[in-house]
């Protein structure tokens, strides 16, 4: 019997077809399962989506903004008046 090696194996047109078929054919199987398994994901994600844009659609198209009852402001101990919390977060820009 001849001493084969993995690098120097050689192999006969017959088995490289029938490895190719059998790679093929698996691959086609994973392919399969793996759709199968994505499936639910997809469908509840499309259901959301769906709620999502119908929720959205029942937004009324104008929103009522109503002015504050009181405005309010805040003196300091000395006597000047404190920044509101707008003018504390807005910079002033030359």
């Given at each position: 019997m001849a001493k084969s090696s993995a690098r120097?194996?050689?192999?006969?047109?017959?088995?490289?077809?029938?490895?190719?078929?059998?790679?093929?054919a698996l691959s086609g199987v994973g392919g399969v399962l793996s759709a199968g398994f994505a499936?639910?994901?997809?469908?509840?994600?499309?259901?959301?989506?769906?709620?999502s844009a119908?929720?959205?659609?029942?937004?009324p198209s104008d929103f009522n903004v109503q002015q504050p009852s009181q405005i309010s402001t805040l003196y300091a101990a000395d006597g000047q008046r404190s920044p509101s919390s707008t003018q504390r977060t807005a910079s002033w820009c030359p």
């Amino acid at each position: 019997m001849a001493k084969s090696s993995a690098r120097g194996r050689s192999l006969a047109p017959p088995q490289v077809v029938s490895m190719l078929v059998v790679f093929l054919a698996l691959s086609g199987v994973g392919g399969v399962l793996s759709a199968g398994f994505a499936t639910p994901f997809v469908g509840v994600t499309a259901a959301l989506t769906k709620a999502s844009a119908e929720l959205f659609e029942e937004l009324p198209s104008d929103f009522n903004v109503q002015q504050p009852s009181q405005i309010s402001t805040l003196y300091a101990a000395d006597g000047q008046r404190s920044p509101s919390s707008t003018q504390r977060t807005a910079s002033w820009c030359p």
